[in-house]
């Protein structure tokens, strides 16, 4: 396992929580990375993702809401949720291309972070 998630649960209509995913190899630094949920009978989609230069994208159902970091080692990756609605209700998978001083960016997917939010 090269990325690990986190900070899932349940939570309230309105509510907020913090997922991060960590690259659990002290060498691995995390280049370009994003996050994605996928809901029952749904098809996975990319909810945010920030770029080497930490340049960032939402997606619609995201926007103003969401906000996508890293933290200052790039390390780990972070997602921060507010204003959480029922529509959220999905498993929230990180994706993250890591390299370290002997490899080039390789993308990695973590194990994935259940996310319920009730009405």
């Known amino acids: 396992v090269q990325l690990q998630a986190s900070g899932g649960g349940l939570v309230q209509a309105g509510g907020s929580l913090r997922l991060s995913c960590a690259a659990t190899?002290?060498?691995?630094?995390?280049?370009?990375a994003g996050w994605y949920r996928q809901a029952p009978g749904s098809q996975r989609e990319l909810v945010a993702s920030?770029?080497?230069?930490?340049?960032?994208t939402y997606a619609e159902s995201s926007k103003g809401r969401f906000t996508i970091s890293t933290d200052n080692a790039k390390k780990t990756l972070y997602l921060q949720m507010n204003s959480l609605k029922p529509e959220d209700t999905a498993v929230y998978y990180c994706?993250?291309?890591?390299?370290?001083?002997?490899?080039?960016?390789?993308?990695?997917w973590g194990q994935g972070t259940q996310v319920t939010v009730s009405s």
């Open positions: 994706h993250a291309d890591l390299y370290d001083a002997s490899h080039s960016p390789r993308g990695y």
């Open positions: 190899r002290s060498t691995f630094y995390i280049n370009a």
């Open positions: 920030i770029s080497n230069d930490d340049s960032t």
